[in-house]
T-cell receptor, first 119, second 115 residues
Framework: NAGVMQNPRHLVRRRGQEARLRCSPMKGHSHVYWYRQLPEEGLKFMVYLQKENIIDESGMPKERFSAEFPKEGPSILRIQQVVRGDSAAYFC?????????????????FGPGTRLTVL | GESVGLHLPTLSVQEGDNSIINCAYSNSASDYFIWYKQESGKGPQFIIDIRSNMDKRQGQRVTVLLNKTVKHLSLQIAATQPGDSAVYFCAENPPPGGSQGNLIFGKGTKLSVKP
């Protein structure tokens, strides 16, 4: 069973370009989460999606960032008109079940990340 | 010993010694906690988890302790090995009502194992 796949692993963009980051969850997982990590910091939650639905985007910047998880294919995190401050590692995680409640819990498995560099 | 650097606290231990990594979490209503290990250039790797109805859980060479009174988690690694060198993050799962999905990560501790 392959783990969470992310591509590309490294992405270089110039200011003003668009960045598209892809995430394929583990087989059987229908919940996907995106996190951003700046150097020497912890991961910061961005967005939580299920197939064709955005469940929680409270950590997503209001402008330029969007995410989707279509019925077929990988989840996409899209950053339009990138700026230098967008340079970071972006991690995707997947889980098989919903969080919350006493017997269900949020066991998330992380991909290797995409390192975005904006020149 | 333990020191606070510019960004990440660092813990240096001798190979074979036990390591204790500490974490303070933010939400007293969080009901699930996870420790992750992150090696340079890689994604976080699950180590061990614990639910709020427990105060201790043991895995292979690792033990997690939960003190809900002071909102504190610790990760104990027995007989630390060079391969344990990494950054360790605790994460909490806040209750539903707000977000059901996201994990809240701590700042991380860098563990350096000296051979």
């Amino acid at each position: 069973n392959a783990g969470v796949m992310q591509n590309p692993r490294h992405l270089v963009r110039r200011r003003g370009q668009e960045a598209r980051l892809r995430c394929s969850p583990m087989k059987g997982h229908s919940h996907v989460y995106w996190y951003r990590q700046l150097p020497e910091e912890g991961l910061k939650f961005m967005v939580y999606l299920q197939k064709e639905n955005i469940i929680d985007e409270s950590g997503m910047p209001k402008e330029r960032f969007s995410a989707e998880f279509p019925k077929e294919g990988p989840s996409i995190l899209r950053i339009q008109q990138v700026v230098r401050g967008d340079s970071a590692a972006y991690f995707c995680a997947s889980s098989p079940r919903l969080a919350g409640g006493f017997y269900s819990y949020n066991e998330q498995f992380f991909g290797p990340g995409t390192r975005l560099t904006v020149l | 010993g333990e020191s606070v650097g510019l960004h990440l606290p660092t813990l240096s231990v001798q190979e074979g010694d036990n390591s204790i990594i500490n974490c303070a979490y933010s939400n007293s209503a969080s009901d699930y906690f996870i420790w992750y290990k992150q090696e340079s250039g890689k994604g976080p790797q699950f180590i061990i988890d614990i639910r709020s109805n427990m105060d201790k859980r043991q895995g292979q060479r690792v033990t997690v302790l939960l003190n809900k009174t002071v909102k504190h988690l610790s990760l104990q690694i027995a007989a630390t090995q060079p391969g344990d060198s990494a950054v360790y993050f605790c994460a909490e799962n806040p209750p539903p009502g707000g977000s059901q999905g996201n994990l809240i990560f701590g700042k991380g501790t860098k563990l350096s194992v000296k051979p």
